[in-house]
């Protein structure tokens, strides 16, 4: 796979990626008017909405890239996955609806009662949004990507400045609002660009059963996979407080800087692998791994050694002083990131039509995960909560690399590429520049 052939799409990617990057500052915003407490308990609902996508992903969404090959088939694809995403969503949502007593208590979180009155409302507005993305993902068209997250983050940012300025960013529903907003106008202008492809039919090859063979597994995997970095905070309110989520939340967000990054290259990895494996185009996934790994790798060191050396401490900066112990939930946190180019190696297990085993190492990671917050929980460590996310990542890594090692007959050794690599690559901007 040469990367010049992908570099419209890389850039355009890479621009929606660093988009996620900006609004993190006008998240420091948010968080800099609105108490802990408050931003503690919209964490909560932003994480539970955001894990329930995830898991519609698995489930319906998913399908559109992975049996959207078929262009013939497509119409018969796109009402599978509508429906079931549908289903998902709006089941989840009206379920922690209707049962938010219950699940308060078991929780222990009292102001779940709230998360749960708005979430339905919040997963409506999302569920469009997430489908007409994923048919964005599958042609890899990242220049409307780019245009329906510009609309996402820049209402919320305008209505954000606006409200900060007229003193009228104080409570939960005030940043409620605004979160509602941008989801709204986002999932318009997202419909609005795929409405062509909105075609749906009850004709085709396509079957219920072979579907849901791909998607349930893939869900099972996603809920679990998922768990560690959004629903954390459950957990972290039980044992401590929605004070202590307010605090965390600033520091998972920065973090995300590396999420979003990955992010960028699985966007890009996983429909190119879908094709090779289709292909059986063998070599070509061995370079694709290869290089994928070998060259987020090595800046990722450079990066997480800078912040471990206290440039994590700028942080600060930006919060008020009640936020002071976020920098140390962040530092615990990048230590998960030197591992995270290996996570990478779920897209090509995904792509060979393993959600099986994606379901299994996921299992093993969240078992990890909240064994360790549990631990820190009955320990009172809150500084170390960030440890459940890092055994998250670190199990399910190895657990990823080993699978793919043994699927390709990689040796270890196949991922020191980026050396050489690195090299031409020096050599052609250094020819380009004279």
Request: hydrophobic content about 55%; some cysteine; proline content about 3%.
């Amino acid at each position: 796979m040469k990367v010049t052939a992908h570099l419209g799409a890389i850039s355009w990617s890479m621009a929606d990626k660093l988009m996620y990057v900006g609004y993190g500052f006008v998240q420091f915003l948010q968080i800099a008017a609105l108490p802990k407490e408050v931003y503690g308990v919209f964490t909560l609902l932003v994480a539970l909405n955001t894990w329930i996508m995830m898991v519609s992903d698995g489930s319906a969404l998913a399908g559109v890239i992975q049996f959207g090959v078929d262009v013939e088939d497509r119409p018969r694809t796109n009402m599978l996955a509508m429906i079931i995403h549908t289903l998902v969503v709006m089941g989840s949502s009206g379920l922690m609806f209707l049962l938010s007593e219950p699940l308060t208590d078991l929780f222990r979180v009292r102001e779940f009662t709230l998360v749960a009155q708005w979430l339905p409302l919040y997963c409506l507005l999302t569920l469009p949004r997430m489908f007409c993305l994923k048919i964005l993902y599958r042609d890899m068209r990242m220049r409307d990507l780019f245009i329906a997250d510009a609309v996402w983050f820049g209402v919320r940012t305008s209505m954000t400045i606006l409200a900060i300025s007229n003193g009228q960013l104080k409570t939960f529903e005030d940043i409620l609002l605004i979160d509602l907003a941008g989801m709204a106008a986002s999932s318009l202008v997202a419909v609005l660009m795929t409405r062509k492809d909105l075609v749906f039919s009850r004709l085709g090859k396509m079957n219920l059963r072979t579907y849901l063979g791909y998607g349930l597994p893939l869900a099972a995997a996603t809920a679990l996979n998922a768990a560690p970095r959004l629903l954390d905070v459950y957990v972290i309110a039980a044992f401590f407080d929605v004070g202590v989520v307010g605090v965390y939340n600033p520091a998972k967000n920065l973090y995300r800087i590396f999420e979003q990054g990955f992010d960028a290259v699985t966007t890009l990895m996983y429909p190119a692998a879908v094709r090779m494996h289709a292909q059986h185009r063998t070599q070509d996934l061995q370079t694709l791994v290869t290089k994928a790994v070998s060259f987020t790798l090595v800046p990722i060191i450079v990066i997480v050694a800078i912040l471990e050396l206290g440039a994590s401490n700028l942080i600060i900066t930006f919060l008020k002083p009640e936020y002071a112990a976020a920098v140390g939930h962040f530092d615990v946190l990048t230590l998960s990131a030197l591992i995270m180019p290996f996570g990478l190696l779920g897209s090509i297990i995904l792509a060979t039509g393993q959600s099986a085993s994606i379901l299994k190492y996921s299992a093993a990671g969240v078992i990890s995960s909240f064994a360790v917050l549990f631990l820190v929980g009955y320990s009172g460590q809150a500084h170390l909560i960030g440890l459940g996310l890092v055994a998250n990542t670190l199990v399910v890594s190895i657990l990823y690399t080993a699978h793919v090692q043994r699927d390709l007959h990689l040796p270890l050794s196949a991922f020191s590429r980026v050396l050489p690599d690195a090299r031409n690559m020096l050599r052609r901007f250094r020819g380009g520049a004279s």
